[in-house]
């Protein structure tokens, strides 16, 4: 919470752009030019976040330093100039056909660079997702990927954040979400019972009500089951870096302890899960006007040391405060 409110981040060169999508929806994403023939970072960002995130900045801050290329995808709603979107769906922690459709185009339109990935919170587990989906199939240009704060176990992360002094995370999501729904009926007053959105009061019923309806689930615990990331971790066949922290507010320690048995064999996944970080916040520093935020440091230092030889890495390398 520390680094949400009092972190200040020089703002990335980006501009926005929409795709229309496969289903005539679109997509906003805030694009990063870099060197020619630079690595391209795409970005997944977390649960009601954008551009406006702290970490989407920090990580696009520390893709500029190093002269790469940069991709924020914008989640379906989370544009804020554009909260309502064209068709009934929405976006959801195991939707990954808009990841899909981004690689594809970027990797049409730029069939030379590497593409690394990072996702954060939701989107984190979307990448993960995704990247189990597809194991050797993904495009050759995807090289490596790194998911942080990820939820993992979707039911045990619910019920956990939806529990004593965690609600205030909890329901601090559900004032956009509630909002963005109770707006888009104008658009498909058969979305969602008014009834049922007014007694919304937990994330648990929010996705019984809305999320899982909605995407073709039939409540919560359908959408849960069917889309933890835990679940095709034996799937992910391109290096990945898993970071999360053992205080994340939002998932119980013992996933962690779920998560490395269901990643014990595969050799693609690299596991780093420090005593300390909270969500998103990995701050280091003795006082609050001396910190170091350094995931963004250290998740794409990692991912330049998959894309090649020390001096392949130094030649993609700015310059990295």
């Avoid at 501009?15 to 023939?37: Q, V």
């Avoid at 009834?195 to 039939?218: C, M, N, Q, R």
């Avoid at 409540?219 to 990945?240: E, M, N, V």
């Avoid at 250290?298 to 030889?309: C, E, K, P, T, Y």
């Amino acid at each position: 919470m520390y680094g949400k409110f009092f972190r200040e981040i020089p703002t990335p060169p980006t501009r926005a752009e929409r795709w229309e999508t496969p289903d005539g929806d679109d997509l906003t994403l805030h694009r990063l030019t870099g060197r020619p023939g630079a690595p391209r970072l795409v970005v997944l960002h977390g649960l009601e976040g954008g551009p406006h995130s702290p970490y989407t900045q920090g990580l696009l801050d520390q893709a500029a330093r190093r002269g790469w290329h940069g991709e924020l995808v914008v989640w379906r709603t989370c544009d804020r100039e554009r909260p309502v979107n064209k068709v009934r769906r929405a976006y959801h922690s195991g939707e990954t056909t808009d990841t899909q459709f981004v690689i594809e185009r970027l990797c049409a339109e730029h069939p030379d660079e590497p593409i690394v990935l990072v996702g954060i919170s939701l989107g984190g587990n979307v990448l993960l997702k995704w990247m189990g989906e597809h194991g050797d199939a993904l495009p050759p240009q995807v090289r490596a990927a790194a998911a942080i704060s990820v939820p993992y176990d979707l039911l045990r992360a619910s019920r956990y954040i939806d529990s004593g002094i965690r609600r205030v995370y909890a329901k601090f999501f559900l004032k956009t979400l509630v909002e963005k729904t109770r707006a888009k009926l104008a658009r498909f007053p058969d979305l969602v019972d008014p009834a049922k959105l007014d007694a919304i009061d937990s994330l648990w019923t929010f996705d019984e009500y809305v999320t899982g309806p909605i995407h073709g689930f039939t409540g919560a615990l359908d959408y849960y089951t069917q889309s933890s990331s835990i679940r095709f971790l034996h799937g992910i066949r391109r290096p990945a870096l898993l970071l999360n922290a053992q205080d994340d507010p939002f998932l119980p320690r013992a996933v962690l302890d779920d998560v490395r048995a269901a990643a014990k064999g595969n050799h693609a996944l690299t596991l780093d899960f420090p005593k300390r970080g909270g969500h998103i916040g990995f701050i280091a520093g003795r006082h609050p006007w001396s910190t170091d935020y350094w995931m963004e440091r250290r998740v794409l230092d990692w991912l330049g040391a998959q894309l090649g030889s020390a001096a392949a890495i130094a030649e993609s390398t700015v310059s990295v405060a």
